[in-house]
Structure formats: C-alpha cells, structure tokens
C-alpha cells in the first residue's frame, strides 16, 4: 500500500478521535448518563469509565498521528471500536434502540441502531488497513497537499453520513408517533 493511503487513514481516523472526545469532554455528566443508560456496567464503574473512555480517545488519537507508534495506535483504535459495536449490539438485541449512541456527546442526540455498527465495522476495517505494509517511498510536497485534502474530504463524508444516520432513527421515531 502506499504510505500516503496509510497516512490518510490514521490521519482521518486520530480526528474522528479527538472530535469524538471533545464532543464527550464538554458535558461528562451527560457523556456518563449515557454510559450508565447502556446498562452494562455498575453505577460505580460507570463513574470511573466515564473520564477513562474520553482519555482513551484522546490516547488513541495521538497513537494514530505519531510516526512511531505505527503498529499500537491501529489495533487499539479497532478494538475500542469493537467494544463500542458490542456495546451498541448488546442494546439492540435487548430491544433499546431508544438509546443515545454517545457518540456526538451531549448536543446531539443519535439513538442505536444496526447502521451504527456497520459503521464501526468499516471503521475497523479503516483501522486495521493501517497495518497492512506499506512499499517505501519518499514523500514529497504534494503528499501533503493530498493528506490534508483527503482527511478534510473523509471528514466531511463521515458528518454527513453521521447526520444522515441521526435523521433515519428520527424519522422512524416520527412515522411510529
């Protein structure tokens, strides 16, 4: 694979990160209120995971950026997405669509559903893509004109499917009303 694919994507994926975090960050009261709605852990775990989730993205996000932590960053970053997709499975199984995911934190709502964790799965797969070996190249200035071209377009693809995503699970609430 070319480096600069494998830039692009620990790139756009460190970003989802650190928004994902800031977005949880701002409200923790809220960001636990959520985690605790889940209802996988006991209260008292919740109040402790809730900061140990947002310090992980944010952990996960410098793994990602940082040169030397080539291999570390990608596992870790698909296996907390694996945790959230169990999560996320788990309440729809239980029959909790209902839910907020948590994962625009506290200003937007975006309650549970199947396209959530097919999203994820992508994600996973983005994540472990960054394992696969790149062929040595140098990099040169339009590589870094294609990096930040390529994660702003990622970016802007991912909100709007974010958005689209929210507004499915609200007009299913609003033709069910």
Do not use: Q
Not at 18 to 23: R, W
Request: proline fraction near 5%; charge should be positive; hydrophobic fraction near 55%.
């Amino acid at each position: 694979m070319d480096p600069i694919v494998t830039a692009v994507l620990r790139g756009a994926l460190a970003l989802l990160f650190v928004v994902a975090a800031s977005h949880k960050a701002r409200d923790l009261k809220a960001f636990r209120a959520t985690l605790a709605d889940y209802r996988l852990l006991p209260e008292r775990a919740t109040t402790v995971v809730t900061p140990l989730v947002v310090g992980a993205e944010i952990g996960l996000a410098a793994a990602l950026a940082l040169p030397g932590a080539l291999r570390p960053g990608p596992v870790l970053a698909a296996a907390l997405l694996g945790v959230y997709s169990l999560a996320i499975a788990i309440n729809l199984l239980r029959g909790r669509r209902h839910i907020d995911c948590g994962c625009t934190g506290p200003v937007r709502r975006h309650t549970l559903s199947g396209w959530l964790v097919a999203r994820n799965g992508v994600l996973i797969v983005a994540a472990l893509a960054c394992l696969l070996p790149s062929r040595p190249r140098g990099l040169v200035w339009i590589d870094g004109l294609t990096l930040v071209g390529a994660v702003s377009t990622l970016a802007a693809l991912y909100a709007a499917l974010d958005r689209l995503l929210a507004n499915a699970s609200l007009r299913v609430r609003l033709e069910r009303a």
